[in-house]
C-alpha cells in the first residue's frame, strides 16, 4: 500500500527533553511537510522540504529542526526549546515540481502523532 | 498575508444539505482545496477546484467559487452521520512562492444530528 506514515501515534515527553517524531512516505513525492494543529485554528506550517537535502522554514520554526537525507524520510524533532510543544503534529508530501498544478500541488497526510508534555 | 477565514461550526440535520463556506485574500490563488478531518485522524483530500473554474460537481459534494468577493463553498448534498468532522478550506498560489505550500482556514466543524 502507497501512503505515508507517522510513528508513534502517542507521545509523552518530559520537560527539558528533546523528542523526533517520524514520518515516511513510499508515494516516490519530492516535498514533505510538517504542520502543527492546536484546537480551534487551523494548521500552522513548521517546515518544508522540497528535495533531498534541503528544507526551508516554515511559519512556526522556531524550538524545531528537520533533516531530509532521503526521500522518504523527513523526521522532524521537537526541542526542548519550543515552549509549548503540545500539539498535534502531521506530515504531509506532494509530488511538487516547477511546473505546479493540482496533480502536483495536492498534498495528502499522514495519519498524526500526538505529542503531550508532562 | 494570505489568509483564509472558515466559520468555526456548523450544525444541521440528518439527510439536510449542508454548506461550509470560505473566504480567502489571495485575489492571485491559483487552486483551492477542501479537506476532511475526522477525530484523531489526518486530512483527507475531498476535492478542489482551479481559479478559473465557477463550478465542480462530485458526487454528493458541490464546490462553488466566487472569485470577485473571493468567496469559496462546499455543499454537501443529503448529509450523513458519517460526515461528522472538520472541514479545511485551503489555497495554493504556486506563481507567488514557487512551492507547493497551503494556506488554511481554522476548519469549520459539522455535526450531523440524527
Known amino acids: 500500500d502507497g501512503g505515508i506514515t507517522q510513528s508513534p501515534k502517542y507521545l509523552f515527553r518530559k520537560e527539558g527533553q528533546n523528542v523526533t517524531l517520524s514520518c515516511e512516505q513510499n508515494l516516490n513525492h519530492d516535498a514533505m511537510y510538517w504542520y502543527r494543529q492546536d484546537p480551534g485554528q487551523g494548521l500552522r506550517l513548521i517546515y518544508y522540504?522540497?528535495?533531498?537535502?534541503?528544507?526551508q522554514k516554515g511559519d512556526i520554526a522556531e524550538g524545531y529542526s528537520v533533516s531530509r537525507e532521503k526521500k522518504e524520510s523527513f523526521p522532524l524533532t521537537v526541542t526542548s526549546a519550543q515552549k509549548n510543544p503540545t500539539a498535534f503534529y502531521l506530515c504531509?508530501?506532494?509530488?511538487?515540481?516547477?511546473?505546479?498544478?493540482?496533480?502536483?500541488?495536492?498534498?495528502?497526510f499522514g495519519p498524526g502523532t500526538r505529542l503531550t508534555v508532562l | 498575508g494570505e489568509d483564509v477565514e472558515q466559520s468555526l461550526f456548523l450544525s444541521v440535520r440528518e439527510g439536510d444539505s449542508s454548506v461550509i463556506n470560505c473566504t480567502y485574500t489571495?485575489?492571485?490563488?491559483?487552486?483551492l482545496y477542501w479537506y476532511k478531518q475526522e477525530p484523531g485522524a489526518g486530512l483527507q483530500l475531498l476535492t478542489y477546484i482551479f481559479s478559473n473554474m465557477d463550478m465542480k460537481q462530485d458526487q454528493r459534494l458541490t464546490v462553488l467559487l466566487n472569485k470577485k468577493d473571493k468567496h469559496l463553498s462546499l455543499r454537501i448534498a443529503d448529509t450523513q452521520t458519517g460526515d461528522s468532522a472538520i472541514y479545511f478550506c485551503?489555497?495554493?498560489?504556486?506563481?507567488?512562492?514557487?512551492?507547493?505550500?497551503?494556506?488554511f482556514g481554522q476548519g469549520t466543524t459539522l455535526q450531523v444530528k440524527p
Open positions: 504531509a508530501s506532494s509530488i511538487d515540481s516547477t511546473s505546479g498544478g493540482p496533480r502536483t500541488d495536492t498534498q495528502y
Open positions: 489571495d485575489s492571485s490563488s491559483t487552486y
Open positions: 485551503a489555497e495554493t498560489n504556486r506563481l507567488a512562492s514557487n512551492t507547493g505550500k497551503l494556506i
Open positions: 522540504s522540497q528535495i533531498v537535502n534541503d528544507f
